[in-house]
């Protein structure tokens, strides 16, 4: 999606849109998620990241049926006709609208009343608190978990995002990401700030 002049949040509003009519819970993720927490936009971003939850997937029929669908499968774009269910370890979807409306939806798992973060499901979080809502009205997943996503192979994009959003964590935030990185990450760069502040 293209960020118009003038229209702050312009990709994520015409996302949040358009997924007002899927039945089950979304959130916005990745850097545009950091950004809604922040309360603007801190950089150029390529696409719109939305998460849902894995057995909800089927939902998103209606709302993708005149899109083209593409799963990423041992990292390889393959065309989804939403017939199939996807399993683990997939969980990255690409869709594309007459050229206009682009984003990625990303599956995510729960049980028992928790997230569970897919590279380690010893890590969790409970469902009721794991997403916000920005002053547009847009859910977004809260930014702990959206930091603990980009730890994983670190891009200096992801680099950006750490350093606009630290100020912005309260307590609670910045314990769950140090607790979640000391089982996950344990030799991150990022636990040396949260350690020491």
Known sequence: MEEGEGDMFGPVKRVYEWM?????????????????????????????????????????????????????????LVHWNMEKRLEPPVHEIHVSKGGEVQLEILLNERSRGDFRFRRNEAITFPLARMNLQSEFGIPYLNPEIVLLYKSKNTQKKDEIDFTHIFPHLNEGQREWLKQALIHFEPNHPWLGKLLNN
């Open 20 to 76: 007002r009519l899927f039945e089950g819970k979304w959130m916005v993720a990745g850097g545009w998620a950091i950004d809604l927490h922040i309360g603007e936009e801190t950089r150029m971003h390529e696409d719109v990241e939305v998460a849902i939850f894995r057995d909800e997937q089927l939902h998103l029929g209606p709302l993708l049926a005149s899109c083209e669908t593409m799963a990423v499968e041992q990292g390889r």
